[in-house]
């Protein structure tokens, strides 16, 4: 990036409105908000409805998997996995293969909420009034930009 005196300027302001962090921020708790009434009707929390996204599209995943695919550590993820497991979405067991592996699977009735679950994302769709053109390309920014910071790490 090529640094003008403004450039420099707007970096080192402490203001809350010229901070990239607090835009990302608060642009992911007003999605939750709109994920929230979206995801009550099929009694999942956004985190829940992310990992019953990607065991839709596996079927079945060691919970390390999970967590690259999600970017979280088994910490945050195991007590997640436990509700789930707990109101019969999904089902854990460790790997005849490798016993400190746990295969987290979706049972019967966690497949059939993948149907009721369809309405979501076209719910979300409408909630951003951005093209499918203009929702590609900002997903394509935020994902390059993950991507420069985790290499940043």
């Keep these: 990036m090529e640094t003008t005196p403004a450039t420099t300027e707007a970096l080192n302001t402490p ?14 708790l007003a999605m939750n908000k709109v994920y929230r009434p979206l995801l009550k009707p099929l009694d999942l ?17 060691t919970v390390s998997e999970i967590g690259q695919r999600l970017f979280l550590d088994s910490a945050t993820l195991t007590p997640l996995l436990k509700r789930l497991e707990a109101s019969g979405r999904v089902r854990r067991q460790r790997s005849q293969e490798d016993e400190r592996q746990v295969q987290v699977s979706l049972t019967d009735a966690g497949r059939a909420l993948e149907a009721k679950a369809a309405e979501v994302q076209h719910g979300v769709f409408c909630a951003t009034h951005c093209s499918v053109d203009e929702l590609r390309h900002l997903k394509s920014l935020l994902e390059h930009l993950r991507g420069d910071l985790a290499a940043a790490q």
């Design 15 to 28: 203001r809350l409105d010229a901070q990239l962090c607090f835009a990302l921020y608060s642009a992911s």
């Design 45 to 61: 929390t956004y985190p829940q409805y992310l990992v019953m996204m990607v065991l839709w599209e596996h079927g079945s995943l």
